[in-house]
């Protein structure tokens, strides 16, 4: 069974900073794509930053320039790294992993979810 817990998350000022992580167990951490998506209030979860297993990554445009992801195969954790935030980054922010269990079976997994308020 695969475990994503994010951590890092809560209240901020616009134009601040915030660390996100997200450690995971049970999943071949080395060889999953991992990333991150947020959903904020009365609207759909999205895509903000992946990362795949060889390092390449992928930003909304909306974050481009101002967020960074980042993962770390020796403590199977994914980092996102988020300056200059705004009041519309206010959401809760999920971590999910694509990737083969220690089972062999393929899934793609979330976390419980942490949220991020910027206030204005």
């Known amino acids: 069974q695969v475990h994503l817990v994010e951590s890092g998350g809560g209240l901020v000022q616009a134009g601040g900073s915030l660390r996100l992580s997200c450690t995971s167990s049970?999943?071949?951490?080395?060889?999953?794509?991992m990333g991150w998506y947020h959903q904020a209030p009365g609207k759909q979860r999205e895509l903000v930053a992946s990362?795949?297993?060889?390092?390449?990554?992928n930003y909304a445009d909306s974050v481009k320039g101002r967020f960074a992801i980042a993962r770390d195969n020796a403590k199977s954790a994914v980092y996102l790294q988020m300056n200059s935030v705004k009041p519309e980054d206010t959401a809760v922010y999920y971590c999910?992993?694509?990737?083969?269990?220690?089972?062999?079976?393929?899934?793609?997994?979330w976390g419980q979810g942490t949220q991020v308020t910027v206030s204005s």
């Open positions: 990362i795949t297993s060889g390092g390449a990554t």
């Open positions: 049970g999943i071949m951490f080395s060889i999953a794509d």
């Open positions: 999910y992993a694509d990737g083969r269990t220690l089972g062999g079976e393929d899934v793609r997994s």
